[in-house]
């Protein structure tokens, strides 16, 4: 067994033993926080039948995480893919399922490319992030197309109460590395306003290695540019509402941020080597509470858009736009008893072109709308819950698709609880798949999946764990058929896997930890049956230790990820590996910080796609200032 291979498993044994200890301070807390996304509407972490996971404004800043990839890495379910850094195209496999396969919403919103169907996590700026919420399976039940693997929400900073609060950071580290975000609540009875900004930017490092032999990768080229691949990002949150009337809530809220990125790309083909992005995301909701009913009217609208040039010059142009439109009303049927009703309405729209023409348009058919209804019954009857959902969705390119689940709980005493899922789901085929040149095929049909799932776990007063296990089929890949030259609906593929969460406190040391084992197998004739499907690293774990001493705390982060492979042939291994990151903090005083870390401190050379390697040892300082 190789070092990095070891690493992996220890990370996973620690997690194991993690999760069978005592739990006090955050992990209680975390036990009381309540989730809108995995059944929207509120429910407790303790009360959900999903498995699930919350990450709040304080955990981010605790552990000090650069990114969203920071936040997410090695956490139960998750597989992240970096092609070089900061800025880079990062890609998330959750529950072993393709990078297109989980919905990523922006508070409530509906987000991503709908041309490559992929979200551009690695431009989402973490200092606007409030909380994340993590729901694991399938729930197209509920939001329709892409969520097989589960849904990912991401909620932007929310204005806190008490008058006027500003908040200030400023950092510095490796690689020429800077920071500087500013925000500024407003927060009173009826009304409430909050901006933050964001600036974010560093010189980077040489991020590809090549190489066209002996196999096709990276960044396609043998030799390229022995430069720094430097990244830039500026965003800009701003959020409101007001509470005209008791019982009427109205909420506003928009993210914009613009990038750019510098890469690596071989010339011979005209493709650019610099990247500006822009990730916009604009929505409402009004609620309203009439008793034992709320009625939720809510929506929004996504712009996705790159262009990329060579020393100035028009290499391509990539938009996508998606809007989306909700109305909800829930119904207190009786004590416990929670009945949904809903009507969703979205529309995506895509535009893409090159040197030789344009090559996606909504002239051209990429220009489509969705309508759904959906209903929901959530009720407890003594140690007994369930949840029980189905969706109908009515899409003018695929026709109708009708989607559910159940999900049933019971309590076993002692704080012992056991849960069973199954769930069905689809994926609408992206602009790409189905009009980009030499690849598009516009006969293509939606991915369809069924998942089942069971859990069983112990939740005290100051401890927790949890383990979930389950199996996933995807029916209808869509994946390249040479011989038809496009893309086409021919494989299958059967996920099975397993994930343990937990942690404990002992003598002031808080320990939290996630494993996760998945076996996602190529279940189509042909020479690749029961390939393990690229990308996915089949073992990962996190630990997370921290302790304060009065004013001062000192932490730790430990991921490890085993072996996965970069191809549908496995014939390209890239080794597994581990990280080990330092942080320390020193609260001045009830307003003023400063933080420390060190991260990937043994400087281990690791990938996680091939020909792109990830950042070696860093370091950074930051100061801090919040108003209380």
């Known amino acids: 067994m190789s070092r990095n291979t070891l690493s992996a498993a220890v990370a996973v044994a620690l997690s194991f033993t993690s999760s069978f200890a005592l739990a006090q301070s955050r992990d209680a807390e975390q036990l009381d926080e309540v989730l809108v996304t995995g059944t929207r509407t509120a429910v407790t972490v303790d009360d959900s039948l999903s498995a699930v996971e919350v990450i709040d404004r304080a955990e981010i800043e605790r552990t000090q995480a650069q990114s969203v990839q920071d936040v997410l890495r090695g956490r139960a379910g998750i597989n992240l ?44 700026p973490v200092e606007l992030i409030e909380r994340i919420e993590i729901v694991r399976g399938p729930r197209s039940s509920l939001y329709g197309s892409d969520a097989i693997g589960g849904v990912i929400q991401i909620f932007t900073r929310q204005p806190r109460t008490g008058g006027v609060r500003p908040r200030f950071k400023l950092g510095a580290g490796s690689n020429d590395s800077r920071e500087l975000s500013a925000g500024v609540d407003f927060g009173f009875d009826r009304a409430w306003f909050g901006a933050d900004y964001s600036h974010q930017s560093t010189e980077g490092y040489n991020s590809c290695t090549g190489a066209t032999t002996p196999e096709f990768a990276g960044c396609f080229m043998d030799n390229p540019d022995p430069d720094d691949d430097g990244y830039e990002s500026n965003a800009v949150s701003v959020r409101g509402g007001v509470r005209p009337v008791d019982g009427l809530t109205i909420d506003l809220h928009a993210l914009r941020n613009e990038g750019r990125n510098e890469f690596d790309a071989d010339p011979m083909f005209g493709l650019g080597d610099v990247s500006d992005t822009t990730q916009q995301v604009v929505g409402g909701k009004a609620r309203w509470e009439l008793g034992r009913t709320t009625l939720t009217l809510s929506g929004g609208s996504n712009l996705d858009r790159s262009l990329q040039t060579r020393d100035g010059a028009f290499a391509d142009f990539f938009e996508s736009h998606r809007d989306s439109a909700s109305l909800q009303a829930d119904f207190k049927v009786a004590d416990k008893q929670l009945a949904t009703v809903g009507y969703d309405w979205s529309r995506d729209k895509a535009f893409a072109e090159d040197n030789f023409g344009t090559l996606v348009s909504p002239e051209a058919g990429a220009l489509r709308q969705n309508r759904a209804v959906f209903a929901q019954y959530q009720g407890a009857f003594g140690a007994h819950d369930v949840q029980a959902s189905v969706r109908r969705d009515d899409n003018e390119q695929f026709g109708g698709h009708t989607t559910g689940s159940l999900a049933w709980g019971m309590d076993l005493g002692a704080g012992f609880r ?9 994926k609408a085929p992206t602009f790409n798949e189905l009009y980009f040149p030499f690849y598009g095929n ?187």
């Open 81 to 124: 893919v970096n092609q070089g850094g900061a800025g880079k195209l990062t890609t998330l496999f959750l529950r072993g399922t393709e990078s297109d396969q989980t919905l990523i919403l922006i508070d409530g919103v509906r987000v991503g490319s709908s041309t490559s169907g992929l979200t551009a996590l690695q431009d989402l």
């Open 418 to 426: 056991i849960t069973a899922n199954a769930g069905s789901a689809f």
């Open 442 to 628: 516009p006969d293509l049909m939606p991915e369809e999946s069924d998942t089942f799932e069971l859990g069983i776990g112990q939740r005290r007063e100051t401890w927790h764990w949890d383990v979930h296990a389950y199996q996933t089929r995807v029916d209808d890949l869509i994946v390249y058929d040479s011989n038809i030259f496009t893309a086409n609906n021919l494989e299958e593929a059967r996920i099975r896997g397993g994930e343990l969460t937990g942690g404990f406190s002992l003598d002031g040391w808080n320990v939290t930890g996630a494993a996760s084992y998945v076996d996602p197998r190529n279940r189509s004739n042909g020479t690749n049956f029961d390939k393990v499907l690229p990308r996915r690293a089949r073992s990962s774990g996190r630990v997370e230790v921290d302790r304060a001493f009065g004013d001062f705390s000192v932490g730790a982060t430990w991921v490890a990820e085993g072996r996965r492979f970069e191809n549908v042939a496995n014939s390209l291994e890239l080794g597994g590996y581990s990280t080990f990151d330092l942080r320390a903090q020193w609260s001045i005083t009830d307003t003023w910080t400063v933080q420390a870390r060190a991260s990937n401190v043994f400087d281990h050379a690791y990938e996680t796609a091939a020909y792109y390697p990830q950042p070696g040892r860093e370091f950074g300082v930051t100061v801090r200032y919040s108003a209380k």
